[in-house]
């Protein structure tokens, strides 16, 4: 599992021109999963991604964590997080966990998100158009 994580001061999904997912200050979770993936490596991520003490205290320090302020996020399913680029011009996709499984996985870490915070999301294997400022700017990426 991969995310690229991003503090944000807002940001937006839009998918055929309806927007479907927004927030204020949070993070955008950019998602992807591949094969070994379990609800034990969900788990993990989500403990990881509420408890990262990426926002600023009074003080300008990077010592709060999302549960802290009490922050949003926008999660967005992203297969080509797993793209291998080691031959050629064109991106293999082969480590990506594919379909249906990848989908379960996906809603099964936007409920377990949702559990803590005010979630949104965009589409699952919808071509999506993602709005963002990063604030910081601060993007982490997470593998587990």
């Not at 591949?34 to 003490?53: F, H, S």
């Not at 997080?81 to 099964?108: C, F, H, Q, V």
Request: proline share 1%; charged share 30%.
């Amino acid at each position: 599992m991969k995310v690229v994580l991003q503090r944000s001061l807002e940001a937006s999904c839009t998918v055929d021109g309806e927007e479907i997912g927004k927030i204020s200050r949070g993070l955008v979770l950019l998602t992807g999963f591949t094969e070994g993936d379990t609800i034990e490596t969900i788990e993990w991520m989500v403990r990881k991604v509420l408890n990262l003490r990426i926002f600023e205290d009074d003080s300008g320090v990077m010592n709060l964590s999302l549960l802290d302020t009490k922050g949003e996020i926008l999660s967005i399913s992203q297969f080509t997080l797993y793209a291998d680029t080691k031959k050629g011009n064109r991106p293999s996709y082969m480590k990506a966990l594919g379909g249906e499984d990848a989908e379960e996985l996906y809603n099964i870490w936007n409920q377990k998100l949702s559990e803590f915070v005010d979630i949104s999301t965009g589409k699952f294997g919808a071509d999506m158009e993602i709005r963002l400022v990063n604030d910081g700017p601060v993007t982490i990426l997470l593998e587990r």
